[in-house]
Structure formats: structure tokens, C-alpha cells
Nanobody, 114 residues
Framework: VQLVESGGGLVQPGGSLRLSCAASGFRFSSYWMYWVRQAPGKGLEWVSSITTSGGRAYYGDSVKGRFTISRDNAKNTLYLQMNSLKFEDTAVYYC????????RGKGTPVTVSS
């Protein structure tokens, strides 16, 4: 299993970023997929989940209404569109095959700062 995140960076509060996760080594279309994050000095936090087909998505309260998870099974790629970013969204973002992030990539850092 290989998960490679990209798209992170420095953004001002209120800005947007789109994260991507390229998956390989497993049947991507058969797995629910997840985004989790780890803020500086804190533990892993579940952010969002998406079903195998992409038909249903779930979000943590802290990101609901601002983030959108999606997937392209033909490209074996998972996405996270992040809008209205806040200081407290600063974290390393990981895609994972489980909600606790046990099997995750190396992550992409997101810094929200003015």
C-alpha cells in the first residue's frame, strides 16, 4: 500500500487549498478512504471519510461546511478541497485507509497564517 499526499502549503486565513492523494498497491475503489490531520503538538484527528463509490461523505464538526472530500477511482486519487481555512486548520494532512490513520501516507503540511 502506498499513499502519497500533495498540495499542501502556506495560505492566509479564509483561503483555499486542494489536497490530493495518489494511491497504489491496493484496489483503491474497494476501500473507504479517509483524511486525518495532526496539528503541532497534538494527536491525529479524523477529518473526513468517503465511501467506495464516492456517493457519501462524512466530516468532523470542525471542518463541516468548509471541506469537501472526493475521489476519482479511475485515477486512484483522493482529494480534499479546503475552503475558508482557519488558523486552527494548520496541521499535517494525511490520507489513510482507516479512520485512525494507522495506514497513512507521509502527509502534506498545511499552514494557515497571515
Amino acid at each position: 500500500v502506498q499513499l502519497v499526499e500533495s498540495g499542501g502549503g502556506l495560505v492566509q486565513p479564509g483561503g483555499s487549498l486542494r489536497l490530493s492523494c495518489a494511491a497504489s498497491g491496493f484496489r483503491f475503489s474497494s476501500y473507504w478512504m479517509y483524511w486525518v490531520r495532526q496539528a503541532p503538538g497534538k494527536g491525529l484527528e479524523w477529518v473526513s471519510s468517503i465511501t467506495t463509490s464516492g456517493g457519501r461523505a462524512y466530516y468532523g464538526d470542525s471542518v463541516k461546511g468548509r471541506f469537501t472530500i472526493s475521489r476519482d477511482n479511475a485515477k486512484n486519487t483522493l482529494y480534499l478541497q479546503m475552503n475558508s481555512l482557519k488558523f486552527e486548520d494548520t496541521a499535517v494532512y494525511y490520507c489513510a485507509t482507516d479512520s485512525k490513520g494507522t495506514n497513512r501516507g507521509k502527509g502534506t503540511p498545511v499552514t494557515v497564517s497571515s
